[in-house]
């Protein structure tokens, strides 16, 4: 079900590659943008397009505001010469699209420095993404004053700035967007590196006054012992299960896995209404679903009010279930932690259900003083975060200053879905990409103060049970929390072809 919803979402949000290029008046001012490849051969406007679609040919880019990324103007890119441009509206705005590095595709935040574009510019794209990636790479370290860097983080580092340094000096537009490039590569790993080895730094010192939650999801009960016992030996004292309740089944059926969750004591977080079944619920039967299990199990740790509620497909109205929802947990249940899991991708068909749009309009302050906890899904090869992971963090935390932030769903590539736009590893992308994707999200969404980790790998019935590999990834991150983190290997270059 989960795979069909995702795929009906994107099929109607995602703008085809074809409707990129659109006419613009001549006398509006614009930022226009040159393209090079990593060898430095000039990127035509239709190559340029091609690489943002990925392999699927989707395209992915959108205007948004420099600082708190809502989302401005879908698909604002035109053809210009041999580049590609976009107009500038009235205010500062930053450009997002989808671009490959040696980590895989990333999300790249084009924002002038942090001040956003506003007057005419022509730019050269893989050096001044370069530049904005070192600048916000700065600011993370900044906010991390007992960050100890690895060999391997200040090897790549170094190299960044030796890349830009040797950009800045060069002599033609060519050989500039080349050491962009390649300085852009150096970013990707070193930013991941220090989101990575920072997770366990802050966590580690911690454990007894902020317990992290190391979470994996329950769509299934299917061998639930099974499961859980998985989940235990995987994450130790720090398990968290999200169970996901099917459709029209009773609490009744879900009684004995809570029972022996308890037993083994791994904590629970219940999500009554999976985000493809909430369009069908009216407010009142929205309500009472969720009535219906809060009321039978007082012994559930955390309760998931809403599942990835500013997807499309869940349609309009999601705001007031949410309220509803959020205001009986919190009267029946005080004390218990209220869930509200979000979905992350920019471009949507519209900007209204774009994460930080969305939440500005349907969630009032009544609503958010009664969440406690703010998640969000995110699918790699749907909408790639990379680069952008830290500031979309740090900027749903200044969105819900008084709530803990997390990750609510997290899988990569996975076998039974048509999706599958962007990726990290073309040679092996189930395997390999898959466990370097957990190691380190489980490990980077815990080095905020503000943040519960979370993860909740939602195909964990399927993908970890038989793949002792991805088990080890996640074991250990946990290990890492409790003793010397082991030894960190020098990143794999995953290099995806930039010209295809």
């Given at each position: ?41 000039p ?68 924002d ?45 580092y ?73 989940a ?21 059926t ?51 009010v ?16 949410i309220?509803?929802a959020?205001?009986y ?29 969305w ?57 039974d ?71 960190l ?12």
């Amino acid at each position: 079900m989960r795979a069909l919803a995702l795929f009906l979402l994107l099929s109607l949000v995602i703008t085809p590659l074809t409707a990129l290029t659109l006419e613009q008046p001549a006398e509006a001012a614009s930022v226009t943008l040159r393209f090079f490849d990593r060898e430095g051969h000039p990127l035509t406007a239709a190559q340029a397009q091609s690489i943002m679609a990925g392999p699927k040919g989707w395209s992915s880019s959108a205007l948004v505001h420099p600082s708190t990324l809502q989302n401005l103007k879908e698909e604002p890119l035109f053809e210009s010469g041999n580049g590609l441009a976009f107009t500038l509206p009235s205010t500062p705005v930053a450009l997002i699209v989808n671009w490959p590095t040696v980590r895989g595709y990333s999300a790249l935040i084009l924002d002038n420095g942090g001040a956003g574009f506003q007057t005419a510019l022509d730019l050269n794209f893989t050096y001044q993404a370069a530049l904005d990636a070192k600048r916000k790479l700065d600011l993370s370290r900044s906010h991390r004053p007992d960050y100890a860097p690895s060999s391997t983080f200040n090897f790549h580092y170094l190299s960044a700035v030796s890349h830009l340094q040797a950009a800045a000096s060069a002599l033609d537009e060519a050989q500039k967007g080349k050491e962009g490039y390649l300085a852009l590569d150096d970013l990707a790993l070193a930013t991941d590196l220090l989101l990575k080895e920072y997770g366990i730094v802050y966590s580690r010192p911690r454990l007894t006054t902020r317990v992290p939650w190391i979470g994996f999801t329950l769509d299934t009960i299917d061998r639930y012992q099974n499961l859980l016992d998985l989940a235990k030996n995987i994450a130790g004292n720090y398990a968290w299960v999200r169970i996901v309740i099917d459709n029209g089944t009773s609490p009744s059926t879900y009684a004995s896995a809570l029972a022996y969750a308890k037993q083994l004591g791994v904590k629970v977080m219940l999500c009554p209404i999976d985000s493809y079944y909430a369009k069908g619920y009216t407010r009142e039967g929205y309500l009472n679903r969720i009535k219906l299990f809060v009321d039978a199990f007082p012994e559930v740790d955390a309760w998931e009010v809403a599942n990835e509620a500013n997807g499309r497909w869940l349609g309009t109205g999601m705001g007031d279930k949410i309220a509803d929802a959020a205001a009986y947990v919190r009267q029946k249940r005080p004390g218990v932690p209220t869930v509200l899991n979000l979905y992350w991708q920019i471009p949507t068909d519209s900007p209204n259900w774009s994460l930080f749009n969305w939440v500005r309009t349907n969630l009032p302050q009544t609503t958010r003083a009664n969440l406690d906890i703010i998640l969000f899904s995110t699918y790699m090869e749907d909408a790639p975060l990379g680069l952008a992971f830290d500031q979309v963090m740090e900027t749903l935390h200044t969105e819900f200053p008084q709530q803990r932030i997390g990750l609510g769903e997290l899988d990569y590539w996975s076998a039974d879905t048509s999706r599958n736009w962007w990726y990290i590893d073309s040679s092996n992308p189930s395997t390999t990409a898959r466990q370097g994707v957990a190691s380190q999200y489980y490990a980077a969404s815990l080095g905020y103060p503000f943040s519960i980790g979370g993860v909740f790998w939602w195909y964990f019935a399927s993908e970890m049970v038989s793949d002792i590999q991805l088990q080890a990834a996640v074991r250990a991150v946990v290990q890492s929390l409790e003793g010397p983190p082991p030894p960190l290997p020098v990143p794999r270059n995953l290099r995806i072809s930039s010209t295809n």
